[in-house]
C-alpha cells in the first residue's frame, strides 16, 4: 500500500451523487412539518401547494410571465417524453446528442415515433456544432451533458426568428446555469437534481410558441393518457395552475417548497449561480494542478458546472475502467465521498457533483482524499503487477 498520508480534512457533506443530489445545507425533516398528508392533492390545501410551487419555480427561474409552467408525472425523462410525444411530427426534427441521456431521446424520436429526423452527435466531452443546426427544423437536446461533463456555454447560436421549435432538457442545469428563456420553446428539468428535491416528479415549462403548436397541431400517434396537454384543440390549462395529471407525493411538493425558499434566502438564480461556479472552480483549480488528471470535457468553455467529470491520465494504470471504480470504492470505504462513480454508459473515471447545494468547503476537501486514493490504488496495482 502506498505511504501517503491521508489528508487531515474530511468534508462535512460526502454527499455528491448526481441525483438524486445532496439536500440543501441546514436542511431537517422539521421543515416538511406543513405538508398537508393524507389530504387530497385536488383540495384546496393541496392545490395551493402545487400552486406555490410553480409560482416559486417562476420567481426563482426568472421564467417570464407567458410561459406556462406544469408539474408532471415520471420526472425529466416524463417531462421530456410528453414533450415529443405531444409536438413532434409537424415538421423535419433534428435531434443532439453528447451523452447517454440525449442518445435515449434520439432512440425514442427514431424508433418510437419514426420521424423525419437529422441526427448530430458528438463524444463524450465534446458537443455538438451548434452553428451548424438547422433551428427551422424541431430541435432536440441537453443543455447540460449529465453524463458527459459538457454543457452548452450559452444559447447565442440559436436564432430569434427560428422556425422550429427548441426543446432542451434542462435537468442538471435549470437553477444553476443562465438559461436564455426567449431562445428555449421546451423546458424540462426534476427536482433532484440542482435543488437536491425528491424524484418521481418533472417540471415542463412551456413558451407562447409551444402551446401554439400545441393547439394547432395533432399528432398521428395516440397520446396516453399522461401525455395529453390539450383537449378540444386547447391546452389544459389546470396542469399549469397545480392540477396534475396524477397524484403527487404532498411530502415531495412540500420537500420542493423548502428547497425553493432556500434558494430564495441566498440570493434565488444570481445565489444558486454562484455555488456552483465555485464548486467547479474549486474542482478546476486541484485538476490543474494535477498532471494525473483531466476534466473529461475538451474545452473549458463548454465544461459543466455541476456534473463535472474526470478523467485519470496516469499512463502507468493498467485498466482504466478498474482503477477508477477501486477509487470510487476506496473513497466511499472511507466515508468521504458516496456515488462518485462515472456513469456506467461514460469513460472510465469520477463524477462530482457540484450543483447549488454542495458546500465549496466540501469540495476542497474532498479534492486530496481523491489524490490519496489515486496514489494508494497506484501502489496496489503496482505490487499486483
Given at each position: 500500500?502506498?505511504?501517503?498520508?491521508?489528508?487531515?480534512?474530511?468534508?462535512?457533506?460526502?454527499?455528491?451523487?448526481?441525483?438524486?443530489?445532496?439536500?440543501?445545507?441546514?436542511?431537517?425533516?422539521?421543515?416538511?412539518?406543513?405538508?398537508?398528508?393524507?389530504?387530497?392533492?385536488?383540495?384546496?390545501?393541496?392545490?395551493?401547494?402545487?400552486?406555490?410551487?410553480?409560482?416559486?419555480?417562476?420567481?426563482?427561474?426568472?421564467?417570464?410571465?407567458?410561459?406556462?409552467?406544469?408539474?408532471?408525472?415520471?420526472?425529466?425523462?416524463?417531462?421530456?417524453?410528453?414533450?415529443?410525444?405531444?409536438?413532434?411530427?409537424?415538421?423535419?426534427?433534428?435531434?443532439?446528442?453528447?451523452?447517454?441521456?440525449?442518445?435515449?431521446?434520439?432512440?425514442?424520436?427514431?424508433?418510437?415515433?419514426?420521424?423525419?429526423?437529422?441526427?448530430?452527435?458528438?463524444?463524450?466531452?465534446?458537443?455538438?456544432?451548434?452553428?451548424?443546426?438547422?433551428?427551422?427544423?424541431?430541435?432536440?437536446?441537453?443543455?447540460?451533458?449529465?453524463?458527459?461533463?459538457?454543457?452548452?456555454?450559452?444559447?447565442t447560436a440559436i436564432?430569434?426568428?427560428?422556425?422550429?421549435?427548441?426543446?432542451?432538457?434542462?435537468?442538471?442545469?435549470?437553477?444553476?446555469?443562465?438559461?436564455?428563456?426567449?431562445?428555449?420553446?421546451?423546458?424540462?428539468?426534476?427536482?433532484?437534481?440542482?435543488?437536491?428535491?425528491e424524484a418521481a416528479?418533472?417540471?415542463?415549462?412551456?413558451?407562447?410558441?409551444?402551446?401554439?403548436?400545441?393547439?394547432?397541431?395533432?399528432?398521428?400517434?395516440?397520446?396516453?393518457?399522461?401525455?395529453?396537454?390539450?383537449?378540444?384543440?386547447?391546452?389544459?390549462?389546470?396542469?399549469?395552475?397545480?392540477?396534475?395529471?396524477?397524484?403527487?407525493?404532498?411530502?415531495?411538493?412540500?420537500?420542493?417548497?423548502?428547497?425553493?425558499?432556500?434558494?430564495?434566502?441566498?440570493?434565488?438564480?444570481?445565489?444558486?449561480?454562484?455555488?456552483?461556479?465555485?464548486?467547479?472552480?474549486?474542482?478546476?483549480?486541484?485538476?490543474?494542478?494535477?498532471?494525473?488528471?483531466?476534466?473529461?470535457?475538451?474545452?473549458?468553455?463548454?465544461?459543466?458546472?455541476?456534473?463535472?467529470?474526470?478523467?485519470?491520465?496516469?499512463?502507468?494504470?493498467?485498466?482504466?475502467?478498474?482503477?477508477?471504480?477501486?477509487?470510487?470504492?476506496?473513497?466511499?470505504?472511507?466515508?468521504?465521498?458516496?456515488?462518485?462513480?462515472?456513469?456506467?454508459?461514460?469513460?472510465?473515471?469520477?463524477?462530482?457533483?457540484?450543483?447549488?447545494?454542495?458546500?465549496?468547503?466540501?469540495?476542497?476537501?474532498l479534492m486530496p482524499?481523491?489524490?490519496?486514493?489515486?496514489?494508494?490504488?497506484?501502489?496496489?496495482?503496482?505490487?499486483?503487477?
Amino acid at each position: 500500500m502506498s505511504d501517503a498520508p491521508k489528508p487531515a480534512t474530511r468534508p462535512a457533506n460526502p454527499r455528491f451523487s448526481s441525483g438524486p443530489c445532496a439536500k440543501f445545507p441546514g436542511y431537517s425533516y422539521d421543515l416538511l412539518a406543513d405538508a398537508p398528508l393524507g389530504r387530497s392533492h385536488r383540495a384546496a390545501v393541496g392545490k395551493a401547494k402545487l400552486k406555490q410551487a410553480i409560482d416559486l419555480t417562476r420567481e426563482v427561474l426568472q421564467v417570464p410571465d407567458g410561459y406556462r409552467i406544469g408539474i408532471v408525472p415520471a420526472s425529466d425523462t416524463g417531462a421530456v417524453e410528453m414533450a415529443m410525444w405531444s409536438l413532434l411530427g409537424a415538421r423535419k426534427a433534428t435531434m443532439l446528442a453528447w451523452e447517454s441521456f440525449g442518445a435515449g431521446w434520439v432512440t425514442d424520436v427514431v424508433k418510437q415515433l419514426r420521424i423525419d429526423a437529422e441526427i448530430k452527435t458528438a463524444d463524450y466531452g465534446q458537443i455538438v456544432d451548434m452553428a451548424e443546426v438547422d433551428f427551422d427544423t424541431d430541435v432536440v437536446f441537453t443543455w447540460n451533458g449529465t453524463t458527459s461533463g459538457v454543457r452548452l456555454p450559452n444559447g447565442t447560436a440559436i436564432p430569434a426568428d427560428r422556425a422550429g421549435l427548441t426543446i432542451c432538457d434542462a435537468t442538471s442545469a435549470a437553477f444553476a446555469m443562465d438559461l436564455p428563456w426567449d431562445k428555449l420553446d421546451v423546458t424540462t428539468f426534476s427536482w433532484q437534481k440542482v435543488l437536491g428535491g425528491e424524484a418521481a416528479h418533472g417540471m415542463l415549462i412551456l413558451s407562447p410558441r409551444a402551446v401554439e403548436r400545441l393547439e394547432s397541431y395533432v399528432p398521428a400517434w395516440p397520446l396516453p393518457k399522461i401525455f395529453r396537454l390539450t383537449k378540444g384543440g386547447k391546452l389544459i390549462e389546470g396542469i399549469f395552475a397545480g392540477e396534475t395529471v396524477n397524484t403527487p407525493s404532498m411530502l415531495a411538493v412540500e420537500d420542493y417548497l423548502a428547497a425553493l425558499n432556500w434558494a430564495k434566502s441566498i440570493g434565488g438564480l444570481k445565489g444558486l449561480v454562484a455555488r456552483a461556479d465555485a464548486n467547479a472552480a474549486a474542482v478546476a483549480d486541484f485538476v490543474t494542478g494535477a498532471d494525473w488528471l483531466a476534466n473529461l470535457a475538451d474545452d473549458p468553455a463548454t465544461a459543466s458546472t455541476t456534473s463535472v467529470c474526470l478523467k485519470f491520465t496516469d499512463p502507468a494504470i493498467l485498466d482504466g475502467a478498474a482503477f477508477a471504480k477501486a477509487v470510487a470504492k476506496r473513497l466511499e470505504a472511507e466515508g468521504v465521498a458516496f456515488d462518485i462513480g462515472a456513469y456506467r454508459d461514460a469513460p472510465p473515471g469520477l463524477r462530482i457533483w457540484c450543483g447549488s447545494t454542495v458546500e465549496t468547503s466540501d469540495i476542497q476537501a474532498l479534492m486530496p482524499w481523491i489524490e490519496w486514493a489515486y496514489r494508494t490504488e497506484l501502489a496496489a496495482q503496482s505490487k499486483a503487477a
